[in-house]
């Protein structure tokens, strides 16, 4: 028999850094679900990704047991990561802050492809693309078409 689901919990948590400090105990506390486990389970899962930032779904049901999923880390945080910036543009319409190439936009979509709701490798790089223009990132060269 299927075990009743309770609720879901969204968060931000670094690879292999869960503690039960906030955020995470708070949010797990208030539901009755194990801190100490959660965050065992949480950092042999993500050791591998040290430091980053992962959103992690976790669904609690009524017997106070709990499944999680991690996801990849937000593209924000990947170009970030590849334009070597420590935070985005106050006004990125104005001051643009980093530049980045197509090439670098390619490899974070296909990275995130499996969290996003496209189909296509192009439309996932245009995604990233206009997360990037938000942000005052602005991406050299042209698109590249298949043609």
């Known amino acids: 028999m299927a075990k009743e689901i309770a ?3 969204k968060l931000q948590i670094k690879g292999g850094a869960a503690n039960p400090s906030p955020p995470v105990g708070p949010a797990l506390g208030s539901k009755g679900i194990n801190i100490m ?4 389970q949480f950092n042999a899962r993500t050791q591998d990704k040290a430091g980053k930032v992962l959103p992690v779904i976790i669904t609690y049901y009524s017997d106070k047991t709990f499944d999680f999923v991690v996801k990849t880390p937000p593209v924000a945080m990947q170009l970030m990561e590849a334009a070597k910036i420590k935070g985005g543009s106050a006004e990125p319409n104005r001051k643009k802050v980093a530049s980045i190439t197509w090439d670098q936009v390619k490899a974070i ?7 996003l709701n496209c189909f296509t490798l192009d439309s996932a790089m ?3 693309a206009g997360t990037a223009r938000s942000m005052g990132i602005s991406v050299s060269g042209d698109f590249p078409t298949n043609n």
């Not at 979509?109 to 969290?115: E, G, L, S």
């Open 126 to 128: 245009k995604m990233v």
């Open 7 to 9: 609720g879901q919990i």
């Open 37 to 40: 486990e959660f965050c065992k």
């Open 109 to 115: 979509a296909q990275d995130k492809m499996v969290d």
